[in-house]
């Protein structure tokens, strides 16, 4: 590390002396002018040289000590701004009740305990409240997992600690530490910057500026506004362009943006489509239910003579019945399982409706790099002026392979491993037995090649010591290194595309001959790098970029491989039979990208199309070509913007992966954006619904088979609940229209609904995936959640259960055994067919007699059991007796009672294989 000669100056006259002479008296006098009292606060770092603020923050280009970072961390505490007020729990718990179903149970609490019904009335409180406690343990659950995802994803910086380049959380940053930034990186900390190359940054977060502001490193004056502070670079903008190095000059919350860190962290709502549905549902549902009410009271009282109390207490039942007060609950319960299960296959969901919309992807668009490849590159084949060498083995272990070809390469090739070498950031390491790359895995590859070739890379690096450098930028498509060779001499070293590199070589380069040399690579699945070097005067001192923009001795090309996952190949046959299509975007050539395709078999004969080609289509021809097009190569964020949108004009619903700050807007865009969370930048991760902790395609396909499974569930959730309530509130409706007694009590429907809410209605939510679950095409984007077959259901099952339970309740008047020993029936009828109808619900799509069909998830077992305690209570306590009229039953009575449960689901069974056979509903076509 150097500083820039703007540093050295320090804070000084014209003539760019000191002020005094004395540096500590130019500091005292600074401190006694209050600019530099302590690191953190709201200081004019701007208008200091670099160099007094690292004498200041007792720091230097090497970076912190251990001890010296562990005595900041207890000074200044973590890098983190403050999470956002909790909500009080007393008003969280309150916002339960705000419910429209809820309100309608309230109002029948009221009803009974106006009317001395107190029983009534306490079933019916019981029922809203564990509701209301259900709601308020997940809501709970819901903040905490949010918190835990947000350490998942915690953005990471490049530091240099004792000379050393290491990744760092953002939060362990302290005031004094070196943090390298570059294009696509936000910014860790306030920074101050002591380098920097070509360096813009959005600070519209900020400034409100929404032009990139351009970086140096000269001070300024002391009063300069915020926007004007060109030497500074705030936390949380973003790095636009170039690179930079900057010393930390405040954390936290003492950060200019920790000023308006709520405003920053606001938290996204987690209401879903599904939601809003499930509440317009309720609403309409709630008059419904009151006009219903209303009528029927009317009957009750006028045309068959009930009292008018014993009726209202009867339509009170009724409503408490139909009202599916716990479905709200139990959905999002759904959906948080969902959220725990993907974060347990490496898919971190940030914002809560990715998990239904996942579900429903017929499209993912996939980078290639690290995504479906291994992210390890290896350098497969070296072609020099003077020979070719092939190289063995992968990954970066520099034992894992050798150098094969004559003559050799240390000599045929030295100036190629120089600048392989030289013009390189990364560094390889061994850590715990295993070689890492610091930096780019490319220039990772190229030292694991120079230590395959005898190289020593620090001997070099340290007797090539670099004197100025042009980073690479996607603008310019190279990179180039100015160095001081051992004789003093001055020599910059270049790599880049080989096209980019063909332009700026000197006439006499063969460029048709280097030109297919490059394509053979490709065509091969080789990634290919192109070396230059060009020699200049002995006191050149910078680099421009007139400097190489011709006349550089072409020196060769590399070509690199970076192998497919192992497991993704299997990954793409399973989204493939979930006729999901799989598109593969990437800034690769169209031949180094076809090669990967037809690897891991993308399509059965990969077609690609490239940057410059989309350049040239409309929007509706792009259209036309996109579905049929499985490579997209060479391409610019704008194209992905374009490919996402031309996929959605068909209907389709998208899944798009996005590792830059440029990927935010196709990233958004996609109906669910997915970021990289090992090589993805702060911006795509906060554009994104889902993260990928192991930036690994598989977890994508899987987190797609959790979607489906989540959306299942929902649907099973729904499809058990309202036929529930149909069937009882069918079961009494009945009875009054009829003129016959009631099967039930008001108090023995509130238990029934009690019981199953806090058993059988949780356990849908836990269901494992359904056998075939990858096999069936994705649903529509306008698919209803309510589709026919569910609407079927509703009205087959609650005639079924009706008929089921009047059944039972006149087979046991008939019997002379009494009206209290009749309804006692009824109730474990309902809970028993409810019990069997579960085991129905469980295979929407498929039979249920199967062995795991009968025995269930340990889950399902455990509710059963405690579903049939308690109604054991219910039938032979007598407390229960006395509270909910109830009478002990015979063990025949409940032989008989799951005989017709059972015969029941036979019913459905076989009402599912017909509609199955007739194809009524496509969605149980096979």
Request: with cysteine.
């Amino acid at each position: 590390m150097r500083w820039n000669d703007g540093d050295i100056r320090g804070e000084a006259g014209d003539d760019g002396s000191d002020r005094t002479g004395n540096p500590a008296q130019d500091k005292r006098q600074r401190l006694r002018g209050g600019v530099l009292t302590d690191a953190g606060n709201d200081h004019a770092w701007h208008a200091l040289a670099a160099e007094d603020v690292c004498a200041t923050l007792e720091t230097g280009p090497g970076g912190l000590s251990p001890d010296s970072i562990t005595e900041r961390r207890q000074r200044y505490g973590r890098n983190l701004l403050p999470a956002p007020p909790r909500r009080n729990p007393l008003m969280r718990f309150l916002a339960q009740f705000n419910n429209t179903l809820i309100y309608v149970l309230l109002g029948g609490a009221l009803a009974a305990s106006l009317l001395d019904h107190a029983i009534d009335a306490a079933v019916i409180i019981a029922v809203v409240l564990a509701n209301a406690v259900i709601g308020y343990i997940q809501e709970g659950r819901a903040e905490r997992a949010l918190e835990s995802l947000k350490e998942l994803v915690a953005p990471h910086a490049s530091v240099l600690r004792e000379d050393h380049r290491v990744t760092v959380e953002v939060a362990d940053l302290v005031p004094g530490d070196i943090v390298l930034l570059e294009a696509g990186d936000r910014v860790p900390a306030d920074l101050r910057l002591i380098e920097t190359h070509r360096m813009l940054v959005d600070e519209a977060l900020l400034t409100g500026e929404s032009v990139t502001a351009g970086k140096d490193v000269a001070p300024l004056p002391a009063d300069a506004p915020l926007a004007d502070r060109h030497n500074m670079a705030f936390s949380g903008t973003l790095v636009a362009a170039g690179q930079a190095t900057g010393v930390v000059v405040a954390t936290g919350v003492a950060t200019q943006i920790g000023r308006i860190s709520t405003m920053i962290h606001a938290v996204t709502p987690m209401a879903t489509p599904l939601l809003e549905q499930i509440d317009h549902f309720a609403r309409r549902f709630t008059w419904f239910v009151l006009m219903g009410g209303v009528l029927l009271f009317a009957f009750a009282v006028a045309v068959r003579g009930y009292d008018w109390i014993y009726a209202l207490i009867a339509v009170v039942a009724i409503a408490v019945g139909i009202v599916p007060e716990g479905l709200p609950a139990v959905i999002t319960i759904t959906l948080a399982i969902g959220v725990r299960r993907m974060a347990h296959r490496h898919a971190v969901i940030r914002k809560l409706p990715a998990v239904e919309t996942l579900g429903a992807t017929s499209v993912i668009c996939t980078d290639k790099t690290g995504t479906l490849t291994r992210n390890e590159m290896t350098v497969r084949s070296v072609i020099a002026a003077t020979g070719q060498w092939s190289i063995t083995g992968a990954g970066y272990d520099p034992a894992a392979g050798e150098v094969r070809g004559t003559p050799a390469i240390a000599a045929a090739g030295a100036e190629l491993l120089w600048c392989a070498q030289l013009c390189n950031d990364a560094e390889l390491h061994q850590e715990d037995g295993e070689w890492r790359v610091e930096g780019d895995p490319m220039e990772g590859a190229l030292l694991v090649l120079a230590r395959k070739a005898g190289e020593h890379v620090d001997a070099v690096r340290s007797s090539w010591p670099r004197c100025d450098s042009i980073p690479f930028d996607a603008a310019h498509r190279f990179m180039a290194t100015l160095h001081q060779d051992p004789d003093g001499g001055r020599v910059a070293y270049i790599k880049g595309a080989p096209e980019t590199l063909f332009g700026m070589a000197a006439p006499r380069l063969d460029i048709n001959r280097w030109t297919q040399r490059a394509a053979d690579a490709a065509s091969s699945g080789e990634r290919v790098l192109a070396f230059g070097m060009k020699t200049f005067a002995d006191d050149h001192g910078t680099l421009t970029f007139d400097d190489v923009r011709s006349g550089i001795t072409f020196l060769g090309i590399i070509g690199f491989i970076d192998p497919p996952r192992d497991e993704v190949a299997s990954a793409i046959a399973q989204a493939h039979s979930a006729s999901i299509d799989v598109k593969m975007i990437t800034g690769d050539h169209a031949a180094t990208a076809l090669a990967i395709a037809r690897q891991l078999d993308l399509a059965l004969d990969p077609r690609a199309l490239t940057g410059v080609e989309i350049e040239a289509m409309d929007d509706a021809t792009l259209a036309a070509n996109v579905r049929d097009t499985a490579v997209f190569a060479r391409t610019s964020p704008e194209h992905k913007l374009r490919i996402v949108r031309a996929l959605q004009s068909h209907g389709l619903t998208v899944a798009m992966t996005g590792d830059g700050v440029n990927d935010a807007p196709p990233l958004k865009q996609a109906d669910v954006g997915v970021a990289m969370g090992i090589k993805g930048t702060a911006a795509a991760k906060e554009a994104a619904e889902m993260v990928l902790l192991d930036d690994n395609f598989a977890s994508i396909v899987s987190a797609v088979r959790e979607g489906r499974t989540v959306y299942d569930n929902i649907r099973k959730v729904i499809t058990w609940e309202i036929p529930t309530n149909g069937g009882e509130t069918l079961t009494v409706v009945l009875a009054i229209i009829l003129g016959f007694a009631l099967p039930m009590t008001a108090t023995q429907i509130l238990w029934i609904n009690l019981v199953l809410s806090i058993t059988l209605g949780l356990v849908l939510a836990f269901e494992p995936s359904e056998p075939g679950v990858m096999q069936r095409a994705p649903r529509r984007r306008d698919a209803p959640l309510l589709s026919p077959f569910l609407l079927w259901r509703v009205v087959i099952v609650s005639i079924l259960l009706a008929i089921a339970t009047l059944g039972i309740f006149f087979y046991t008047l008939d019997q002379g055994r009494g009206l209290e020993v009749a309804r006692t029936m009824v109730v474990n009828m309902f809970v028993v067919g409810e019990i069997f109808y579960l085991f129905n619900v469980r295979y929407l799509h498929l039979t249920s007699f199967s062995w795991t069909g009968v025995l269930g998830t340990p889950l399902v077992l455990l509710s059963i059991a405690v579903l049939v305690a308690l109604q054991l209570l219910f039938t032979f306590a007598p407390f229960m007796n006395r509270v909910f009229g109830s009478r002990p039953l015979t063990l025949v009575d409940g032989m008989m009672i799951i005989a017709v449960g059972a015969t029941l689901m036979i019913v459905l069974e076989l009402e599912k294989l017909l509609m199955r056979r007739l194809g009524w509903f496509s969605e149980l076509r096979d």
